[in-house]
Structures are given as C-alpha cells and as structure tokens.
C-alpha cells in the first residue's frame, strides 16, 4: 500500500536551517508529481511547493521562494524540503502528498506530517 | 493568492444533508475543473474525498458529493453521520503550477 513517512522537523531558531524528509513505499514514487503542504497550529493548510516527476519543474508559494528547496532522489524514493532562513511564521506540520495528476491536480495520498517549530 | 473562501462551520441533525461553499476567483476555482476536497480530523493527515470537482476517489462514500458553478464550488455530505463530524477544506489550482486552499470548514452534527 502507498507510504508516504516525513521525518526531519525539530525546533529551530530563526534565521536557521532545516532539512525535511519523505520516505516513499508501495508505489513507482519516479512516475508521480510530490508536493510540500504545511498547516500551522490551529490553522488551515498552506500549498508549499511541488517538484515534477523528473526533478525538471519546481515551484513554489510566494512567501517561500528563495530560502525553501524542493528535492528528490527517485533512486531512494525519497522527497526533500531543505528550509534555510527559518522564519517563526514557518512553524507548522509539514506534509509531503502525492499527485497522480502530473503537478496541476490533487493530493491523493499524505504522510503523517512532521512539525517544525521555528523560536528562538 | 488569497485563501478561498469557506464557511467557518455549519451544522446539521444525522440523516440531513450539509453543504459547504467554497468561493474564489475566475484565477482559480472559475478558471479551473481542478477542485479537491479533503477531510481533517484531529491530528490526523488530510484525507482526499473529492477530486476533480466531482470525482469521488475508491472508498469514500456516495455520500459525498462535489459541484461547482462559476467561482463557486461546494461539497454536500448526503445522510449526515456522527463521524462526519470534522473539518474539511477545498483547494483549487491556480494556474503555473501553484494551488490555494479554502479557509476550511467544521462540520458540526447536532
């Protein structure tokens, strides 16, 4: 059955580094579309980022661009999240989700989130 | 981009139908048919009930039902039960590559 397991989230100071991690089971993770979804506490969920099947596409919500990556490593089934300059308005349950739809359509299966807390 | 727009909550006796709203723009919900619908419990990851506006994945209920009509999408929860008792939120795409989800919405049976 499909996986999906973060692991990395900790607490940070601001102005800090994280690196955020997805382990991927039970499906051919090199032939779907990943995503980054963040909720912090009490509140709604936030689209992160997305990385296309083959790593050529990356994008990612305005209020992260330039100090959150999106990576993948098809040959470990695995997805990233390298955080750099940690904000405390980064602090959340990170979850990583699949998209069966190419990048442009939906969140079929989620991990069980991984929480960073950014204080200092 | 602006989160969508959701009922803070909306409540309903078992056996009634609920419907939640879910309104954005012509940049988003109007100019897409790619709204999903997920279901949150308590420290619980997201689950997808919705996809597609309408499309309901393996497993979920004919209970749940999508639609959308101009920059409007909405979900009804037919024959209401005690476990539907949680929070739910839309999201839209938004054209390159980027999505916005709705404000979320708790679902409260009386």
């Known amino acids: 059955q499909v996986q999906l397991v973060e692991s990395g989230g900790g607490v940070v100071q601001p102005g800090r580094s994280l690196r955020l991690s997805c382990a991927a089971s039970?499906?051919?993770?090199?032939?779907?579309?990943m995503h980054w979804v963040r909720q912090a506490p009490g509140k709604g969920l936030e689209w992160v980022a997305v990385?296309?099947?083959?790593?050529?596409?990356?994008y990612y919500t305005d209020s992260v661009k330039g100090r959150l990556t999106i990576s993948r490593d098809n040959s470990k089934n695995t997805l990233y999240l390298q955080m750099n300059s940690l904000r405390t308005e980064d602090t959340a349950v990170y979850y990583c989700?699949?998209?069966?739809?190419?990048?442009?359509?939906?969140?079929?299966?989620w991990g069980q989130g991984t929480l960073v807390t950014v204080s200092s | 981009q602006s989160a969508l727009t959701q009922p803070r909550s909306v409540s309903g006796s078992p056996g009634q139908s609920v419907t939640i709203s879910c309104t954005g723009t012509?940049?988003?919900?109007?100019?897409?048919?790619?709204v999903s619908w997920y279901q949150q419990h308590p420290g619980k990851a997201p689950r997808l009930i919705i996809y597609d506006v309408s499309k309901r994945p393996s497993g979920v209920p004919d209970r749940f039902s999508g639609s959308k009509s101009g920059n409007t999408a909405s979900l009804t929860i037919s024959g209401l039960q005690a476990e539907d008792e949680t929070d739910y939120y839309c999201?839209?795409?938004?054209?390159?590559?980027?999505?916005?989800f709705g404000t979320g919405t708790e679902v409260i049976v009386l």
């Open positions: 039970g499906f051919t993770f090199s032939s779907y579309a």
């Open positions: 989700a699949r998209d069966p739809h190419g990048g442009y359509g939906f969140f079929d299966y």
């Open positions: 012509s940049s988003d919900v109007g100019g897409y048919d790619y």
């Open positions: 999201c839209s795409y938004a054209g390159s590559y980027s999505y916005v």
């Open positions: 990385i296309s099947y083959n790593e050529n596409k990356k």
